[in-house]
């Protein structure tokens, strides 16, 4: 699931990968209209599972930092209108969840990113964040 769940430079919300040509990628829009679409080799193509957030220690993936949210909030979408939160605000939120996470270099548009990204995937039921396997391995 993860590799296929991929954020598109320029383009806002979450896509996922449909099928792959030789030079494109056809990506469908993780909403309810599901509008699917070719995606070049010029775009800045990024899969979920290759982001990391920057913390005090060492970076975290973000797949971690989903869990961790979809554990403080019992597996439903956070209930915070992002575009409206303040910058303490959307700090004091993720400091609930990641409490090392680098306060200096995870930007407010990160947070909201962050925020958004895990709201897209609860509401179109992606809820394994990390796969049994991977947990034993770390």
Same mark, same amino acid.
């Given at each position: 699931m993860k590799q296929n769940i991929l954020?598109?430079?320029?383009?806002?919300?979450?896509y996922l990968m449909v099928a792959r040509g030789t030079s494109t990628l056809i990506v469908e829009t993780l909403?309810?209209?599901k509008?699917? !679409?070719n995606v070049s080799?010029?775009?800045r193509i990024t899969s979920l599972n290759d982001v990391s957030i920057y913390t005090t220690d060492e970076d975290v993936k973000l797949m971690s930092v989903f869990e961790a949210m979809k554990a403080h909030e019992g597996g439903k979408?956070?209930?915070m209108d992002v575009k409206k939160a303040t910058k303490e605000q959307l700090a004091d939120y993720?400091?609930?969840?990641?409490p090392n !996470?680098?306060?200096?270099r995870v930007y407010p548009n990160d947070m909201r990113k962050l925020i958004s990204w895990y709201n897209i995937l609860v509401?179109?039921?992606f809820t394994e964040f990390i796969d049994p396997e991977e947990e034993k391995e770390e």
């Open positions: 954020a598109i430079s320029g383009k806002p919300g979450l909403d309810d209209q509008h699917r !679409f080799a010029r775009d979408p956070v209930d993720v400091g609930t969840v990641l !996470f680098d306060r200096e509401s179109n039921g």
